[in-house]
């Protein structure tokens, strides 16, 4: 990705990493399923494919999405392809913004939100 010189936004990345969804459609009366393009650079998606399977068994979040779409589709591979892309945004994210990665980040900004959300009882 030569350090994401280049890439400008996630969609952009997922473009060039050939993980971006496709429609197979033709006018009115053909209409295929969505897969991904695979245009991009394949080396990007053969090397995430080991580590996507690595985040399932043990990244809570990357599971319950994991699991999520297997439950809803049936096909593992289309859960795997999604673990794939989101592990790829986040690289990107954690890169541009030159922070470490945080596995609880989401859940202590819900607990911030909820702290600031309810009103502090004072006693009289």
Do not use: C, W
Request: proline fraction near 2%; aromatic fraction near 4%; glycine fraction near 6%.
């Amino acid at each position: 990705t030569n350090g994401f010189e280049l890439i400008r936004n996630k969609k952009q990345l997922t473009g060039y990493a050939g993980l971006d969804v496709r429609e197979k459609q033709s006018g009115t009366s053909v209409k295929g399923k969505p897969r991904i393009s695979k245009k991009g650079n394949r080396h990007l998606r053969k090397s995430l494919h080991l580590p996507s399977l690595s985040s399932v068994k043990y990244n809570k979040s990357h599971r319950e999405l994991y699991a999520r779409i297997v439950a809803k589709s049936g096909i593992k591979m289309k859960a795997l392809i999604a673990v794939q892309r989101k592990m790829l945004e986040l690289i990107f994210i954690v890169d541009k913004n030159k922070t470490e990665f945080d596995n609880d980040h989401q859940k202590k900004r819900t607990l911030d939100a909820n702290a600031e959300s309810i009103p502090l009882q004072t006693s009289l």
